[in-house]
């Protein structure tokens, strides 16, 4: 499987300005991939502002991610502000090519930012079977959280989308190689660059690990598209030799 990772700037809550600058990104690619993935809350920028900038299932962005999907014949993720049922969401979309979609609220919301007193939390893991991989999507602080992460699906990808600002850039790159190690799978993190409304410096850092901890994508801190491959059969033969998942332990997650 192929995957570009958009590491970008992002315009302070205007969504319109944001979908006409990643897609003229996604327009640039020029090679066929399989899967392109977009910062979180890519519309907006990380806002605790959300009855300002909030949309809908069948909100102009939503319809936006469907319609290149479909035009463009590749799935499309990336997270963004969802209001339903009177409560807001940090909601990752998956959306096929097909324009079906799956998504994914955030369960850890960053208390740091007060993210928690404005967001309603997610309640389940969503594990996405596209192409014949099993895909794990998740959002930024969910990283820090490695019981919530754990590979007890057997899933092939995890997927990390963020606004993790530069101050905290050393724990973002030892987390990604430590949750590609321990669930012995492919890690992705993709990340904005840019100073968002705050004045917090993001310097990027997306990345791709695969599933012994090596870069396929060192850490970037310039905008940009950056490709990769993936090989699943490669990593199934490291799992194989290694049967480490095997020995993994039983639990519970409470709330789920």
């Given at each position: 499987?192929?995957?570009?990772?958009?590491?970008?700037?992002?315009?302070?809550?205007?969504?319109?300005?944001?979908r006409?600058?990643?897609?003229?990104?996604?327009?640039?690619?020029?090679?066929?991939?399989d899967l392109?993935?977009?910062?979180e809350?890519f519309?907006?920028?990380?806002?605790?502002?959300?009855?300002?900038?909030?949309?809908?299932?069948?909100g102009?962005?939503?319809?936006?991610m469907?319609?290149?999907?479909?035009?463009?014949?590749?799935?499309?993720?990336?997270?963004?502000?969802?209001?339903?049922d009177?409560?807001?969401?940090?909601?990752?979309?998956?959306?096929?090519?097909?324009?079906?979609?799956?998504?994914?609220?955030?369960?850890?919301?960053?208390?740091?930012a007060?993210?928690?007193?404005?967001?309603?939390?997610?309640?389940?893991?969503?594990?996405?079977?596209?192409?014949?991989?099993?895909?794990c999507?998740?959002?930024?602080?969910?990283?820090?959280?490695p019981?919530?992460?754990?590979?007890?699906?057997?899933?092939?990808?995890?997927?990390?989308?963020?606004?993790?600002?530069?101050?905290?850039?050393?724990?973002?790159?030892?987390?990604?190689?430590?949750?590609?190690?321990?669930?012995?799978?492919?890690?992705?993190?993709?990340?904005?660059?840019?100073?968002?409304y705050?004045?917090?410096?993001?310097?990027?850092?997306?990345?791709?690990?695969?599933?012994?901890?090596?870069?396929?994508?060192?850490?970037?801190?310039?905008?940009?598209?950056?490709?990769?491959?993936l090989?699943?059969?490669?990593?199934?033969?490291?799992?194989?030799?290694?049967?480490?998942?095997?020995?993994?332990?039983?639990?519970?997650?409470?709330g789920?």
């Amino acid at each position: 499987m192929k995957i570009a990772l958009i590491q970008s700037v992002l315009h302070w809550e205007n969504p319109e300005r944001n979908r006409n600058h990643f897609e003229q990104k996604i327009n640039e690619i020029n090679e066929v991939v399989d899967l392109v993935v977009l910062p979180e809350m890519f519309s907006t920028g990380f806002t605790m502002n959300p009855s300002q900038v909030a949309e809908t299932m069948r909100g102009e962005t939503v319809l936006w991610m469907i319609s290149l999907a479909k035009a463009k014949k590749i799935a499309i993720t990336g997270s963004l502000v969802i209001e339903e049922d009177g409560k807001f969401y940090n909601r990752l979309l998956f959306v096929f090519p097909s324009g079906e979609l799956q998504h994914y609220d955030k369960r850890h919301l960053f208390t740091l930012a007060g993210e928690d007193k404005v967001y309603t939390k997610g309640t389940r893991k969503l594990i996405v079977d596209y192409l014949g991989w099993k895909i794990c999507p998740l959002i930024c602080y969910d990283l820090r959280f490695p019981v919530f992460s754990r590979n007890t699906e057997t899933y092939d990808l995890v997927l990390y989308v963020a606004n993790w600002p530069k101050i905290r850039t050393n724990a973002w790159d030892t987390l990604l190689k430590a949750r590609a190690i321990e669930n012995v799978c492919y890690s992705i993190g993709v990340n904005r660059v840019g100073l968002d409304y705050h004045q917090f410096e993001h310097i990027g850092h997306s990345q791709a690990i695969d599933f012994l901890g090596e870069y396929l994508i060192k850490p970037q801190e310039t905008e940009g598209v950056f490709i990769v491959e993936l090989d699943k059969e490669k990593m199934y033969e490291t799992r194989k030799k290694l049967d480490f998942l095997n020995d993994k332990d039983d639990f519970i997650i409470e709330g789920l």
